[in-house]
């Protein structure tokens, strides 16, 4: 690494970060496709390495014992701004760190924090911004294993919760919102778009208009942290329509390869504060392998969602026209004119590539349907290079109540799929066989 002097150390540190960084040219602003190659590293820093060595180490070694206390200024708080300098594997890394600049760069984001899966990133988030007495206000449904999280494990620590459609209109939100300012502080609004598996878009702007207009004027404003995890970061970008935090698995289209766990939060540096302080406590941080495979997806980031989402509006128009198809939810097909039409169009620049398939008949339809494809795999998950299927009664939502099934439209005859980046034609091919075997 090389050496900048910086008295104040009272040696040299090692910084990574080259510098200056080219975040423009010529007056151009550079795109985050360009800038997933190189932002954040400098490769003089590592040898000459073009790409980022995976820094397999626990702990980094001082220049000196006073530069070693500066960071542990910047790690524990006591300076506010985080550490400078690397520290120990459990708060920094420096694959980590590369990885959070990247990710920050794809929504125009101040700060960036990685976590070892989604749920860590969720969890760690929680942590950081509730207290006893809170209620966090929720928009419905929420990623099953969040709302055992918000429900079952906060409730247990004495915060409790209220929740909105995701499709709510204004007025619903704010008599929601106001509902739960009568029970104790709000401390977070979390929103989840699209709900899965229903793929409702919640209006995050009409959120933050009535959150401003209920706060106006007050100095515990709660935040509004969104997952986005289905569209982002490029076919939604929630800090633009205000959103203060974006949450995301990065298992899924950002890994893009399902060979990985891992999480996100990105936004405002002061709200990320807390957390990053919360994550150093108790170690929530993703590994430095799982971050270099990250780098490595994120260069490919664009050209995968693209194709898979292209992929998907071929596949979904076919879907529809099939006669043992009774409905596709995808979010290219709203209603011209409907509220989700106008919510898409002001938040979303694509329709994305995880749908609902909803057959005609009940489990018996939907199981020889899953069981005859021979390209989808029937796998969970979603936003990987490969197509998958699966069935939301029968597995994701196995545990879900059969009132709440039928809220949330989890029908028997409810196939979910994530389009990959396969060739359409024979995607459609697969489709047409194992529809073939519905009888
Ligand atoms: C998968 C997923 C999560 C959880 O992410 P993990 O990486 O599996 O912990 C959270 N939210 C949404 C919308 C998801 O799809």
Known sequence: MSNIEDPALGGTTPRRRPKP?????????????????????????????????????????????AAGKRH????????????????????????????EDRLGIWEDAEDALS?????????TLLLATVRPGDVIVHSAPLYAATETLIGRILGKFGVSWLDFPAGA????????????????????????????????????EAVRDVRDRLFAGEEDVPPIAI????????????????????????????????????????????????????????????????????????????????????????VCEWLRAQPQVERVGYLGFHEDGSRQADIFRRHCTGAGSTFSLYLKGGETEAFAFLDALKIAKLAVSLGGTETLASHPAGMTHLSVSDERKRALDIGDNLVRISIGIEDPDDLIADFAQALRHIV
């Open 227 to 314: 997952d986005n995890t289905f569209l982002g970061p490029l076919w939604s970008k929630p800090l633009r329509h205000g959103a203060d935090l974006v949450v995301y698995s990065l298992t899924k289209y950002a890994g893009g390869h399902s060979d990985l766990v891992a999480g996100g939060v990105v936004g405002a540096k002061k709200l990320l504060d807390p957390v990053r302080a919360m994550r150093n406590t108790i170690g929530t941080i993703t590994d430095p392998n799982t971050a270099w495979m990250l780098l490595r997806s994120l260069e490919t980031l664009e050209l995968r969602m693209t194709r898979a989402g292209e992929n998907a509006a071929r």
């Open 169 to 204: 209109t204004p007025e619903e939100i704010s008599a929601v919102i106001e509902a739960a300012r009568a029970k104790g502080r709000v401390s977070l609004i979390y929103l989840e778009s699209p709900a899965n598996p229903t793929n409702a878009l919640v209006d995050v």
């Open 115 to 123: 976590f070892s899966s989604g749920m860590a990133a969720i969890a």
């Open 21 to 65: 960084e080219i975040l423009e040219l010529d007056g151009r602003r550079l795109r985050p496709s360009t800038l997933m190659m190189g932002h954040g590293y400098d490769p003089m820093l590592s040898e000459g390495a073009l790409k980022p060595p995976i820094f397999l180490t626990s702990t980094f070694v001082f220049e000196s014992a």
């Open 72 to 99: 542990f200024e910047g790690v524990t708080g006591k300076r506010p701004g985080g550490a400078d300098g690397l520290v120990y594997s459990r708060f920094n890394g420096p694959d980590q760190e590369i990885l």
